[in-house]
């Protein structure tokens, strides 16, 4: 079997939150505090993504004097601009931005705002779908994105609306190839962090590393599971993991392949299974895959193409 990205790529995996916020806009603690916080509790990097927005001036935190040896950061910004379906400003995750990045124009769009982004160089995601209630005409706006935000934890422990696969998937059968990217957004007003993170395969902690890696796709997201392999050979897909009681594999249609039962470490699927079935139509283009443990946390690869794994 061979395996799959992001596993095949020589280095190890580095834990970052992409997505969180200071005092420098409405963030309870201070930068140095924030950054100490994710320290502490494990993290290899951080990008305080302050909103970008008159409101706060306009603040792209530099947090360049927080990097070492051991721990780096990202330096990056929510932004905003009219509007969306709901008649709201869009939130945009900005990562790797230069410092003197301009602010948005009076007669500026979301989905300029983002096109000028990426221009710049930075990875653009898709923040909090579901807490924005984005549609799929919403996502299709937004056509310089690398990225959506799938679970975003702040916005799961304060409304219930965490999850963004919804957006996700629908903008990937229009042909959308779209990573999928978990995050904070902790402001620390709540029990809003530590919630879900991007576990990046790269060979050095340098931040310019880490976003071209973001770029690539060469990342899996997670609330604590880990996948430490995903392998395939024609449609035998094997993956391994940390302990769990689910392994699935979803597509672009209502067709899953599952394995369930107490602290699994190891799957094997037939993946022709996703092309079978009396209510199929066609089959999907694309597949990922869910670990689950016992208390439910998961984490989530990125999206396999099948044209490009030939």
Not at 49 to 66: G, L, Q, V
Not at 204 to 226: F, V
Request: hydrophobic share 40%; net charge negative.
């Amino acid at each position: 079997m061979k395996s799959l990205l992001p596993f095949s790529l020589p280095g190890r995996f580095w834990r970052g939150n992409i997505h969180t916020h200071s005092t420098q806009s409405d963030g309870a603690l201070s930068s140095e505090a924030v950054v100490q916080a994710y320290k502490d509790a494990g993290y290899d990097f951080l990008q305080l993504s302050e909103h970008f927005i008159a409101h706060y001036n306009w603040p792209i935190n530099d947090t360049r004097k927080f990097r070492s040896n051991d721990f780096t950061t990202l330096i990056g910004v929510e932004l905003h601009a009219p509007e969306t379906s709901a008649g709201e400003l869009w939130h945009i995750v900005a990562a790797g931005l230069p410092l003197d990045f301009a602010p948005c124009a009076l007669d500026e769009t979301g989905a300029q705002l983002a096109r000028r982004a990426r221009e710049a160089g930075a990875f653009v995601g898709i923040a909090h779908p579901a807490w924005s209630q984005l549609t799929l005409e919403d996502g299709k706006t937004l056509d310089a994105a690398h990225a959506v935000e799938i679970y975003n934890h702040g916005c799961f422990v304060e409304c219930d609306r965490g999850d963004g696969w919804y957006l996700h998937d629908q903008l990937m059968n229009e042909g959308h190839r779209l990573t999928a990217f978990a995050t904070d957004d902790a402001h620390f007003k709540s029990p809003d962090h530590f919630g879900g993170w991007v576990n990046v395969k790269a060979q050095s902690l340098d931040p310019d590393t880490l976003l071209q890696a973001l770029k690539d796709g060469h990342y899996y997201s997670s609330q604590g599971p880990e996948i430490h392999n995903i392998s395939l050979q024609g449609k035998d897909l094997e993956i391994v993991c940390s302990p769990v009681d689910t392994i699935a594999v979803v597509c672009g249609n209502s067709r899953t392949c599952v394995r369930t039962g107490k602290a699994i470490t190891t799957a094997s699927f037939d993946l022709a299974q996703l092309e079978k079935g009396w209510l199929l139509k066609k089959p999907s283009p694309w597949f990922r895959i869910t670990v689950m443990d016992h208390a439910g946390k998961r984490a989530w690869s990125n999206p396999y193409w099948w044209d490009e794994l030939r």
